[in-house]
């Protein structure tokens, strides 16, 4: 298969699975040991293909981002609590994050790490579905300062790879009382200075990754990262849209139907 066909399924991989409580960062680990390719040539190209999926969030909710930026200009209350919650949501997994960053890309290499998450990860969500009541949605503006730094520190199981940041964080704040569509969009809302953050410590802490390798340039990255960036646009729009009415038993499934098949095919080798 050519780098240019790899680089558009994987960006097109990354934009599906980025949003959905179905890991995005395992999805690309795996597909890395299913189809034989060196994951270090890819390195980079995985790293900003995710700004793909995170300009998506930002293209998609512009006006609430517009909206509450200006309101934080004039310090009106609704869009300090906005912004708040982000940061304090956000703080854990940069912290814990910083100090652990060694075991992470530890972990990035090791694809029955994420089949074993993938499947943990599902049963959660089975358990947790049928565990906790539909509630009224309340904006992320409303919650708690205490509910946003519990979700925060739920997002740090998703240094596991094969967890979900988009999976931890929403059932983290589901567990917590919120309700569906307002849990789904605080994932996005924190997905933007938690992807934006982790991608920069890697390029400060590697500047080479700026310069590519001789097997991935910059028209793979490229593709790539529209690749990301358009199926992420469709993506976000359709999961608040179907988790509001029919929850994420499906997505519970499909972690396990997944994690189930790679075990026993890494199990074969």
């Not at 558009?8 to 299913?34: K, M, N, R, Y």
């Not at 609704?78 to 854990?92: G, K, W, Y």
């Not at 997002?155 to 569906?180: H, N, Y």
Request: hydrophobic share 60%; with cysteine.
């Amino acid at each position: 298969m050519s780098t240019i066909v790899t680089a558009i399924l994987l960006g097109i991989l990354e934009g599906l699975t980025e949003f959905l409580p179905v890991s995005s960062t395992g999805h690309l680990i795996l597909a890395q040991a299913w189809f034989g390719y060196d994951p270090a040539e890819w390195r980079q190209f995985n790293i900003i293909i995710q700004l793909g999926a995170i300009l998506a969030v930002v293209v998609t909710y512009f006006k609430t981002f517009w909206t509450m930026g200006m309101g934080l200009l004039r310090g009106e209350r609704a869009s300090i609590m906005f912004v708040r919650n982000i940061l304090l949501a956000f703080l854990p997994a940069a912290v814990i994050g910083l100090l652990i960053l060694d075991v992470i890309d530890a972990m990035l290499e090791n694809p029955t790490v994420v089949a074993i998450a993938l499947i943990v990860g599902g049963i959660a969500i089975l358990v947790l579905e049928k565990s906790i009541p539909t509630r009224e949605e309340q904006g992320v503006e409303s919650l708690s300062w205490k509910t946003a730094i519990g979700v925060g520190l739920v997002q740090c199981l998703a240094m596991i790879p094969g967890t979900s940041r988009s999976g931890a964080t929403i059932m983290g704040a589901l567990a917590m009382g919120v309700g569906r569509k307002t849990a789904a969009e605080f994932s996005f809302f924190l997905a933007v200075p938690t992807m934006l953050g982790a991608a920069t410590v890697k390029i400060f802490q590697e500047p080479e990754l700026l310069a590519g390798t001789a097997a991935i340039g910059w028209t793979e990255i490229a593709l790539g990262f529209v690749a990301s960036f358009l199926v992420a646009l469709v993506v976000v729009r359709a999961f608040v849209a179907y988790v509001s009415k029919h929850g994420f038993a499906p997505f519970a499934w499909y972690r396990i139907l997944v994690g189930s098949i790679t075990l026993i095919w890494l199990f074969a080798l």
